[in-house]
């Protein structure tokens, strides 16, 4: 690994309930990667502590001293502004308000530090070295417990007036749907995520409604998750079918949107949910196929995001050296 050592980048993927960070290098191989649980209650001082900690641990584990690296990438969830890495505010991160992350973690471990969105930092990472290697204009999209993308134009990703782009999964769905975490009402997520998924299952069972859903869920209906739906539903149970049709439909919904909007070349769809497969992705190309415009729907394809949990780590690291490369350009 000696004759890397001009090119190597930390990644760190921070998340409100997991910090993945990594040491990369420029082709996107994992030198050493170490995971930890987010201290999310500690509030911000405590979290970044955490971060600075596994860096050490993944630094140790590569053999790597800090003045070998070329800078840190941290992909982080909420909304930031890229040009001054502070972000702002994060429904993951309760109690985030306006944290200068960048600025604390380059005082913390003396190197150059850049923050980016963890949708976006993924959707680079998939740009880079996975599912959408060799597109110019693609989306990424990820449905999980909410959803989040990253708009990739022209092979760059963009970030807009100040790196709020790309909150896809707050744009409206239902003018009258359920309020949002976001603080509005009816937003993608609201109706397409895994916990719009399970949400709408528990109210369901709670109606009376037949269904073997408990069964898999310990008869908890507190336990009902979206694996745990898909389970009842790969064993024939209607409700769970029918639910996943539904978020399927809403899927579709906010596709189609996307596709008249930036008519991209790809979709690359990622995140827990997405693991449901067909059953939920048939129903959702249906209705985007159907909403979409007809000539913007046949251009685009769809592809499953390839790097799993170490998207947001490639990705962070990827703008790190993308963003050093400018700077050594200027
Ligand atoms: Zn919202």
Redesign the pocket.
Known sequence: MGENTDDLILGVDLRGSKILAAVVNSRGEILSSNESATPVTGGHGVVIQAIVDSSHRVLKQAGIAISELIAIGVGAPGLSNPETGILFTSPNLPGWRNVPLRDIMQERLGKKTFVINDANAAALGEFCFGAAHGARNFIYVTFSTGIGGGIVIEGKIYTGAIGAAGEV??MTIDDEGPI?????RG?W??VASGTALAKEARRKIKEGVRTSILEYAEGDVEKVTAPVIHSAAKQGDRLAKELIARTGYYVGVGLANLINIFNPELIVIGGGLSNIGDMLLEPAFKVAGERAYKEAFQAVHFASAELGRNSGVLGAATYALQEMGKLIGE
């Open positions: 999964g707050h949002c975490n976001c603080g509005s937003c997520e609201t």
